[in-house]
Each structure stands twice: as C-alpha cells, then as structure tokens.
C-alpha cells in the first residue's frame, strides 16, 4: 500500500526559505508512475493545490507561487520535495502531498479528487 509521510515544515520569517519532503512508501519503484502534488490548507479556507509533477516530469503551479516555489521528484531517495523561496504569510498554512496513478487527461491538476493517496499534512508557519 502507498503511503505518504510529509516532513520539513516548521516557522520562518517572511522572505525565508523551507524544503518540505513527501516520503513515499510502497509503489517506490512506481514513482515515475504517480503524478503527485502539493496541497495546502490556510485556516478558514479551502484547500488548494499548490505545485504539480506529472509522470514526464513536467510541472504546474498555483498562480501566488510561481517563481517562488519548485517542486521535484527523487525517484533515488523516493521522495517528493517542495522548495519554498521568498515565503510570505499568507503561504502559512498544513501543507499536504497527494498521489495518484490516474491520467488527467486534461482535467485540472488541482481538483482534490483526483488523488487517493494523502499523506498526513506539515504545518509551515511564516511572521511577517
């Protein structure tokens, strides 16, 4: 069975930088099969995604983060990585990956339901 297991969260000050990690566990030699994203979640709001990567490599990102924000994959390491640049507050949110083997086949990279793997969330705290 997938699992997913977040890590690297924690506070920083506005203009910081974190690297949050997604380990993947089970399917490992499956990466290059997952298209995998990062999804957050602000209080009070919905969630969101935030950063893609497909089978080919081949990235998307949320409109309030590009050019901040890469994300990557290590099929080496078996992890999935999110490395976050110029944080601002309103980036402060649980910050969760998601997997999934399906094809989008041009749907929306960021509807949630289109991951059945979740792992458990990171909080990223960032002062002003």
């Known amino acids: 069975q997938l699992q997913l297991v977040e890590s690297g969260g924690g506070s920083v000050q506005a203009g910081g930088s974190l690297r949050l990690s997604c380990a993947v566990f089970?399917?490992?030699?499956?990466?290059?099969?997952?298209?995998m994203v990062w999804f957050r979640r602000a209080s009070g709001k919905e969630r969101e995604g935030v950063a893609g990567?497909?089978?080919?490599?081949?990235?998307n990102y949320a409109d309030s983060v590009k050019g901040r924000f890469t994300i990557s994959k290590d099929y080496a390491e078996n992890n999935l990585y999110l490395q976050m640049n110029s944080l601002k507050p309103e980036d402060t949110a649980m910050y969760y990956c998601?997997?999934?083997?399906?094809?989008?086949?041009?749907?929306?990279?960021?509807?949630?339901?289109?991951?059945?793997?979740w792992g458990q969330g990171t909080q990223v705290t960032v002062s002003s």
């Open positions: 998601a997997a999934d083997f399906r094809s989008l086949d041009g749907g929306n990279w960021r509807n949630e339901w289109r991951y059945n793997y």
């Open positions: 089970g399917y490992t030699n499956y990466m290059n099969m997952m298209r």
């Open positions: 990567i497909d089978t080919d490599d081949s990235t």
